[in-house]
C-alpha cells in the first residue's frame, strides 16, 4: 500500500489580479514527519503557496492534498488537521498569553475546561509558564513565537505550517525555537512544512527542501544532495602581501573548475579539497607566492541558491512590502466586515 503523503501539491498556480503570476505551476510531495523548507527570495511565492496548501486562498489552477484531503473539495477538514503560524504576530498583545491560547481552542470547538488544561501543558512544553497571566504585548519577541507555536498547536494539528518562524529572532532565540520544533517532530510525528530566509538554518534543521524562485521550483532534495549535485568544494587560499597573481597557476591545476581573485585571496572551486590543497600549495610557492592561509569549504546552500537561480541569495530582516500590503489587505477587509 502507498503511503499517504503529508502534503501533495500539484501544478499549484496562483495569479492576483489576472496579471501577476506569483506562483507558476509547484508541485511537491512532503513526507509524513519530515521538516520541508521552501526558500526562495522576497516575492518568490512562498507566503502564497502556504497559503494555497494551507485552505486560506484558492488556487488558480492545481490542487492539493493535505493528509488524504483535498484542499479545494474540503477546507474547512484540512484546516482542523493543520497549524498554521504566520511571518506577522498574530497572537493578541492585549490578551494574556493563557487567554491567548484559550480564545484559540475555543475556536476550534474544544471544551473551555479541556482548553484550560492544553494551555497550561503547552505553556510548560514552551517555556513560558512564568508569563502565563502576563499580556503577551509585554512578551520578547521569541517568546511570542513560542506563544504563536503554542496556540498553533492547541487543536492537535498533524502537519504544521511555519511562516518564516524565526525572522527577527536573535541566534539564540532562533536556536532556541527550533528546538521545539524538532522536540514536536521527535515526539509527536509532526510535520513540518517551514518557508525561511535563512540559508544556514534551512541546511541544519530540514530533512528536504525546495528553493522557489519567480513562481517555480528550480531545485528539491535534501540539503546535502543539492549540494552534491554542485560536485566539489571551495578552496580559500590567501597569498603573502605582495605575491604575484596566482590565478593562471591555479587554474590548469587537475580538478579546478573556477578561480576568483581579490586582493591575494582566491576562492577555487574544486572536484575536491583534499588532494588539491597540497597541490596548490607547492605550485604557487614555486611561482613566488607564498600561501598564508587555507580553508577548504563543502558548498553551502548559499552557493545552491546561486546556482540553481543565478543570483546571490540575500537575507532580509524584518517583513517586506508584500507582506505589510497583503496584511494590511486583510485587516481592511476585516474591518469592512464588521461595519
Ligand atoms: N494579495 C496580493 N495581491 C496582488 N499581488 C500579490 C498579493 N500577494 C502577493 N502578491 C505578489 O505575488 C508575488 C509573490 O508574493 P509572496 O508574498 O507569495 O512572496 P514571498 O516569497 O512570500 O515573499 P517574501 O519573502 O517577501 O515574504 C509577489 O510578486 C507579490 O507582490
Ligand atoms: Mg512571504
Known sequence: MQTVQAIHAENLVKVYNGKVRAVDGVSFDVRPGEVFGFLGPNGAGKTTTVSMLSAGLRPTEGRAVIDGLEVNVDPEAVKRRI??????????????????????????GISAAEGRRRATALMEQMQITEAADRLAKTYSGGMRRRLELAVGLV??????????????????????FWGFIQKLRSEEGLTVFVTTHYLDEADTMCNRIAIIDHGKIVATGSPGELKDKLGGDIVTLKTAPGAPDMTGVLRPLAGVYSVQSQDGTYRVKCRSGEPFVPLAVEACTRAGAGVTGVTVKRPSLDEVFLEF???????????T?????????SVQSGLRGRR
Do not use: S, W
Request: proline fraction near 6%; hydrophobic fraction near 35%.
Open 83 to 108: 497549524g498554521v503560524i504566520f511571518q506577522e504576530a498574530t497572537a493578541d498583545g492585549d490578551l494574556t498569553g493563557r487567554e491567548n491560547i484559550e480564545v484559540a481552542a475555543g475556536c476550534y
Open 155 to 176: 487543536h492537535r494539528p498533524k502537519i504544521l505550517f511555519l511562516d518564516e518562524p524565526t525572522l527577527g529572532l536573535d541566534p539564540q532565540g532562533r536556536a532556541g
Open 309 to 319: 537561480t543565478g543570483r546571490e541569495f540575500r537575507e532580509e530582516e524584518g517583513p
Open 321 to 329: 512590502a508584500t507582506d505589510r500590503a497583503v496584511l494590511m489587505q
